[in-house]
Each structure stands twice: as C-alpha cells, then as structure tokens.
C-alpha cells in the first residue's frame, strides 16, 4: 500500500485528487494539508510514501515545504511529486532543487496523476526530458548566459568517466534497464553506478541529477541524443 499526503490552499482540487487516488486499491490517503507548514507537519507525523504538493500556497509555500521534507532525514523514504498549474513555471526549477521527484499538472487526467505517484514511489523521477529541457532552457541556461556567471558544480570533479557516462544518459531520461542496454553493463551495476552519483553529488533523487547535468553543461539543451 502506497500512502499519499495530498497538499493544496484549494478545497475543491484537494479533495478531487484525495478521491482519485482513493478509489485505487493500492493507493491510500493519510491526510490533506492546506498549506506547506501543515504539510511539513503532517509528513513528519505520518511519514507519507509520496507528498503531491501544490506550489503556490500561503504560510509556507510548495518549495520551502519541499525543501523541510527533503532534508528530514526521517523523511528518507518520502517523496514529493508537485502538482500544479503552472508546468512553465521557474518555480518548478526550485522544487526540483528542492529535493522533488517530479511534476505532473493539475490538468492531468485522472489515470495520469495515479500513474505519477506510483512511478514517484517506485523511485521514477517524473520528469519529460523535454519539458525539462524547456525549463532548464528558459530559467537557467538563459540566465546564466547573459550574466557569464555559469560554472561547472566542483560535484563532478567526484565523478569517474564511467559515472559521468551514467549521469548524461540519466539527464536524456534513460531507465536503468536503458543505461545497462547502452553502456553494455548489468541492470543491477547500472543502479549501483546511479546511486554513487547521488551520493557523490548529494542529489536526492534522479530529478535532481538531471538538474546538475544540464546547470553543469553536460548536457546542453537541445543536444542530440
């Protein structure tokens, strides 16, 4: 059983997406939370699988929220999957920062949403590579361009060429089974490699290790597969 924290300032949208994941079998609602302080509590007393987290909220917002859970040690093992309005949002940039698995949008249909906790649980990050690119290219890379300020995470330095490997296929979106096919390794050592990145670089999650592959320039918006 997957337990799901559902997060939203709206009544309406909170209690629609409570009643989708409810009618799942395997998906059980432990609580709802109208702003970020009272999800951050909420998650720490409940210790939800996944938190669908709103972003634009008062007392707290979606990215301080997510950035107290990420960070709760005790909150190891919970995920955050942002739902919102907003999919070209800059603000998306900062949750995923923030420690989120990913985003799906509140006009989602309902199978949909089901399918993004699950994949969140599972430890999928929930990010289009594309939609990605197209954050990644209009919040950062642009800002960074004009103001000449980018420069590589001092991170990758910790990397071994192979590993270095492993993250730009996982920035392009590859499953593990994926990399191990490309690189010509096990599935099991494909994982391995994954979680040393993200112990390496302190990354949270997948979510997070395509975020450093395209800020880094590993990865350049665009580039060809």
């Not at 995920?79 to 949750?95: M, P």
């Not at 330095?157 to 392009?172: C, F, G, S």
């Not at 191990?180 to 112990?199: E, F, G, Q, Y």
């Amino acid at each position: 059983m997957t337990t799901v924290l559902v997060v939203d300032d709206q009544s309406l949208i909170r209690q629609a997406v409570a009643d989708i994941l409810s009618s799942e079998a395997d998906l059980e609602v432990v609580g709802e939370a109208v702003d970020g302080a009272q999800a951050v509590s909420l998650a720490r007393e409940l210790r939800p699988d996944v938190v669908l987290m709103d972003i634009r909220m008062p007392v707290l917002d979606g990215i301080g929220a997510t950035s107290a859970i990420c960070a709760d040690p005790d909150l190891a093992d919970t995920r955050v999957l942002i739902l919102t309005t907003f999919e070209e949002d800059e603000n998306l940039i900062a949750t995923l920062r923030a420690g989120a698995s990913g985003f799906i949008g509140k006009g989602s249909e309902p199978e949909e949403i089901v399918r993004a906790v699950r994949a969140v649980h599972a430890g999928d990050a929930l990010l289009s590579p594309a939609a990605t690119q197209s954050l990644i290219t209009k919040y950062v890379v642009a800002a960074d361009e004009a103001t000449s300020s980018r420069q590589v995470p001092t991170e990758l330095a910790l990397l071994t060429e192979r590993e270095l490997e492993v993250l730009l296929l996982v920035a392009r979106g590859r499953s593990n089974q994926q990399i191990a096919d490309d690189l010509v390794i096990s599935p099991h050592t494909s994982k391995t490699h994954v979680n040393r990145i993200m112990t390496k670089v302190a990354a949270h999650d997948r979510a997070q290790l395509v975020i450093l592959a395209y800020e880094s320039g590993l990865l350049r918006p665009g580039a060809d597969d």
